[in-house]
């Protein structure tokens, strides 16, 4: 998007005291675009600042209620978080360590999602997406491991779908540097991709082969004329 855009939240209420060990926050609300945001928790008074946050993010989705809760617990500094999703098709839970003010802020996370709908986060295709990540530091990178995800709802791109049935990859991402290997994908329609990707100083290195794939299944404005 444009610079200075930013994420609107509207009919924000916000309780907000302290003593003098923490600060308590009761009762924050907002509407976001994907749904009424509640947070409520304390935030410790002195260092290292010890957080106990709850929130809840609820809405709807595609005709559907939804309902997902969070947790924030340990300092400002280093923060576990936790996600879980329960109803209107969104399922699962992801865990992740944090470290907001370190360069690479995620330090750990394990997640298993199913029916992730980019489309209800950001400007991106319609998808119901089963996820799992289970990515944590190793040897010369920040996070390292697996990563799976599979679409139930695939189709072409002119449709407002994604037309990827699943994709799989081991991720190592180090600071400005990211690197896929083992990737493989398989389209809708047939045909799939295997190879590497390895972004780094801003350069996209990308040694893939794709086999068997059909223009015609990805967006059909890329079907040859007569």
């Keep these: 998007g444009e610079a200075g855009e930013g994420i609107e ?5 916000l309780r907000l005291s302290a003593d003098h060990a923490a600060w308590i926050l009761g009762g ?44 924030a617990t340990g300092t400002l500094a280093r923060i576990d978080a936790s996600l879980e999703a329960r109803e209107g098709g969104l399922s699962g839970e992801a865990k992740a360590a944090l470290e907001p003010f370190a360069a690479m802020p995620l330090r750990r996370l394990s997640a298993k999602l199913d029916g992730v709908d980019l489309s209800a986060f950001a400007a991106a295709p319609r998808t ?17 491991g697996p990563v799976r995800v599979a679409n139930a709802d695939p189709g072409t791109l002119d449709k407002g779908r ?17 690197e896929a290997t083992k990737l493989a994908a398989a389209f809708a329609g047939g045909g799939s991709a295997a190879g590497e990707l390895r972004w780094s100083g801003g350069r996209l290195d990308a040694k893939v082969a794709v086999r068997e794939a059909d223009l015609a299944n990805i967006t059909a404005y890329l079907i040859a004329e007569p």
């Design 162 to 178: 994604l037309p990827v049935i699943s994709a799989s990859a081991q991720l190592a991402i180090a600071q400005g540097h990211v």
């Design 9 to 13: 939240l509207r009919e924000v209420s």
């Design 128 to 144: 119901r997406l089963s996820v799992e990540a289970e990515l944590a530091p190793r040897e010369g990178a920040v996070l390292s």
């Design 28 to 71: 924050a609300e907002a509407s976001t675009p994907i749904g009424r945001a509640k947070l409520a928790g304390t935030v410790g008074a002195k260092a290292p600042f010890a957080l106990d946050l709850k929130g809840e993010l609820a809405g709807t989705r595609s005709g559907s209620a939804y309902r997902a809760t969070a947790a």
